[in-house]
């Protein structure tokens, strides 16, 4: 009877033909020895090379949609949807932002002329100019009293990442008037109702009162030049402080009118949607589409001024998002 070796599933099995028939019996014991020695003589097993990360593209940066032609036809909407000025986005960001990073040069013996930063509590005087109300203790306070000139960093409400807005105002600041503290108590305790410090000896009221330049980002591909003529003249955005409850509702319980409203206004069927926040002319969304997740821009069909207009605004889109689709399944093959 002749024996064959062969290798099965990494276990070695010695084969004996009867007639037609192959029957395996396990391997010697002496071989089972000789594999087990060769497993634990700790030599390391060969790895194949950890491939280096690549970064992921969002689907909308890619010219031509990728090939996608629903994705070309997006990019192509998405590029001539209405949205703010960056003017106006700058401001909503002051007017709308909390906490910022206020940059001063030191004063301090060891680290003079250096930048300093700290985190601070602001709000905005009406104009595009942002005040503080600081401690004559605080590292920053000494430094502005030496040397006026600051710079103040804010991020949108909404921020969650590098293709978020931001905004970073570069001035002087002084001390403000006695006749302004009154009216900018007002409005800094409306913003912070906690802030019960405003009244201590200690604390002083200083203001950004020029401003030398703006410098907004809108995200990844929006970094427009902002002169600061444009930043003061602009307005903050009137609706943009009903965007979180807006956008709340919306997210919990209206997904399926979401996607209606991005195929119909926008072209693109995605998987899933989330409002960010908006503004007067429109809706910024997150979504999901094969996979990928990426920011589009819903526009409103008409500009909205209040909470109202809002409400009538997104009824009057899911409706005809419904019509259409509705339509649209009765026709084999329509789109509209």
Not at 54 to 77: C, I, K, L, N
Not at 141 to 165: E, H, Y
Request: proline share 7%; with cysteine; glycine share 8%.
């Amino acid at each position: 009877m002749a024996c064959n070796m062969v290798l099965c599933s990494s276990k070695l099995m010695s084969c004996a033909k009867v007639g037609q028939r192959r029957v395996s019996a396990p391997a010697p014991l002496a071989g089972a020895r000789r594999n087990a020695a060769r497993i634990s003589s700790g030599r390391p097993l060969a790895r194949p090379p950890a491939a280096a990360p690549t970064p992921a593209v969002p689907s909308q940066f890619v010219v031509g949609g990728d090939g996608d032609p629903q994705m070309a036809a997006f990019q192509q909407q998405q590029a001539s949807a209405a949205r703010p000025s960056a003017a106006e986005e700058a401001r909503t960001v002051l007017d709308q932002g909390t906490h910022g990073v206020l940059c001063t040069l030191s004063n301090a013996a060891d680290t003079k002329g250096f930048p300093e930063s700290s985190v601070v509590e602001f709000a905005c005087d009406g104009s595009g100019r942002p005040f503080f109300c600081v401690s004559g203790l605080s590292a920053h306070t000494q430094d502005m009293t030496s040397d006026a000139r600051v710079s103040l960093t804010v991020k949108s409400p909404n921020f969650q990442g590098m293709d978020c807005g931001r905004l970073t105002l570069q001035g002087v600041v002084e001390a403000v008037p006695d006749a302004d503290k009154a009216r900018l108590r007002e409005i800094f305790l409306k913003k912070y109702p906690s802030a019960f410090y405003v009244d201590f000896g200690d604390f002083k009221w200083m203001r950004m009162s020029t401003i030398k330049a703006a410098r907004f980002n809108g995200g990844f591909g929006r970094a427009p030049k902002l002169t600061v003529d444009e930043y003061l003249s602009a307005k903050p955005d009137p609706v943009y402080p009903f965007s979180r409850p807006v956008c709340g509702h919306m997210n919990a319980d209206h997904q399926e009118d979401g996607k209606a409203m991005i195929k119909h206004y926008c072209g693109l069927d995605v998987d899933a949607f989330t409002m960010l926040d908006l503004d007067r002319l429109g809706i910024n969304c997150s979504v999901k589409r094969n996979g990928e997740t990426f920011k589009l821009r819903l526009p409103f069909p008409h500009p909205v001024e209040d909470r109202k207009a809002i409400k009538d605004a997104i009824v009057e889109m899911t409706k005809k998002a419904k019509g259409a689709a509705a339509m649209n399944a009765r026709t084999p093959g329509g789109t509209i």
